[in-house]
């Protein structure tokens, strides 16, 4: 990896979020994103309705961090493997992927871009970096949150081992603990 011209992570800018997770059933979940006016994509329905979506009986905080692929260190992009383990070498871990609709409801701020680019991460789009539920590439590998026409979406993703993630994609990873 090299350092970008302002820095790679923690050297350079990111956000970071406390965020609560679990604490209630999934259909209470469910019910809470459609309450919230968070719009879902079929991937994130398929994702949220699926047995091995699980969500914590007992509520937990996670901090966040959100950044792009560049402050990873990766100025021509990266495949999602080697983007992974290069946040882990920058003490940075995977998000469960229960994440996905408690960030979505908490963060409720998200700017609009508009931007549609076949087989490329929107802009102005935040990955939830996560361990996929299956390794197949037909099933979503996760979550990505966005704001669309002023509605916040919380969407789910296919990408294959070969897709490049550009240096300017946003993910967001949780902070290890200490």
Not at 16 to 32: N, P
Not at 76 to 102: I, Q, R
Request: proline content about 4%; hydrophobic content about 40%.
């Amino acid at each position: 990896m090299t350092k970008t011209a302002y820095g790679t992570y923690p050297d350079c800018p990111f956000i970071k979020r406390a965020v609560a997770v679990g604490g209630m059933t999934k259909s209470e979940c469910i019910q809470k994103l459609n309450a919230s006016s968070i719009r879902l994509n079929e991937y994130a329905e398929k994702l949220l309705f699926d047995e091995k979506f699980l969500i914590s009986e007992a509520e937990y905080s996670l901090d966040t961090v959100e950044l792009t692929v560049q402050s990873l260190g990766f100025l021509e992009g990266a495949n999602t493997s080697d983007l992974f383990k290069g946040a882990g070498k920058l003490g940075l871990n995977l998000c469960p992927v229960e994440l996905g609709p408690f960030l979505r409801l908490a963060y409720t701020d998200q700017t609009e871009q508009v931007s549609n680019v076949q087989n490329q991460a929107p802009s102005g789009a935040a990955t939830i970096a996560s361990e996929p539920l299956y390794d197949h590439d037909d099933f979503p590998k996760g979550f990505y949150l966005r704001r669309i026409d002023g509605e916040l979406w919380l969407r789910g993703y296919t990408a294959d081992h070969l897709h490049v993630w550009n240096p300017e994609d946003v993910f967001i990873f949780c902070l290890k603990s200490v």
